[in-house]
């Protein structure tokens, strides 16, 4: 049979040996991931997609009689309206309290954004801020915890972030080239950054919006219910 690989002794434990072309331990036991056969589903098992009807969908009047997630979203100078048809879309999908729409970002109704929203722009509650800096004063007079999704030194990684199911949060998302304004980044309580590790230096700003608010929303989402 094969030679016996040398267990490395520098760290705690054993590593596998090669025996007869299987890795065992020195006790000749299988490592935990070849311990158990994998299970498979039966042999006359069939996903199937569910149709409308069964994912028992919200109706627009229910949408806005329902609870929502203390989240809101800040939109600072969205220049694409098939990017804010996408944020709206994703702030339906999570249920948020609103949109807060600044600067030079663009207000429903509008073919544009209705092309990626697909109605969201309808269930969604929004309203229009000319001046961000104002915007984001008023809520924090409202309590709300401003967080800006942005690349700045001392940024929390968005993995690390857990949010406080009794707080309430502002999300500023940015320009599609300048992201997130310097004087934002002054205001805000805290910047959150998604980590990247490929060769670009930043996401779409619609689907950055979705990664962020997954890490945000997946510890509320028993807040909704049904």
């Known amino acids: 049979g094969d030679p016996p690989l040398q267990a490395d002794h520098r760290g705690a434990g054993s590593l596998p040996h090669l025996r007869g072309g299987i890795l065992q331990d020195e ?35 229910d949408f806005q009689r329902s609870d929502k997630l203390p989240i809101r979203l800040v939109l600072e100078d969205v220049r694409s309206m098939n990017n804010l048809g996408s944020i709206f879309r994703t702030a ?34 929004w309203h229009y801020e000319p001046s961000i800096l104002e915007a984001l004063r008023a809520l924090r007079a409202q309590g709300y915890h401003l967080l800006a999704l942005e690349q700045v030194h001392d940024s929390l990684s968005l993995e690390t972030f857990v949010p406080d199911p009794a707080m309430r949060y502002a999300l500023v998302l940015g320009n599609e080239v300048h992201g997130v304004s310097e004087a934002v980044v002054s205001e805000v309580d805290q910047c959150l950054e998604i980590p990247q590790y490929g060769t670009k230096h930043s996401l779409n700003v619609s689907v950055a919006t979705g990664i962020a608010l997954w890490q945000m929303v997946s510890p509320l989402l028993p807040l909704l219910g049904r």
């Open 27 to 61: 006790e000749g036991h299988l490592p935990p991931p070849l311990a158990h056969e994998p299970r498979y589903p039966p042999l006359d098992f069939v996903m199937k997609k569910r149709t409308i009807t069964e994912m028992e969908r919200l109706t627009l009047q």
């Open 92 to 125: 339906d999908a999570f249920r948020l309290e609103g949109l807060t729409l600044c600067g030079i970002t663009a207000r429903p109704p509008h073919p544009d954004i209705h092309k990626t929203a697909l109605g969201a722009e309808e269930s969604v509650a």
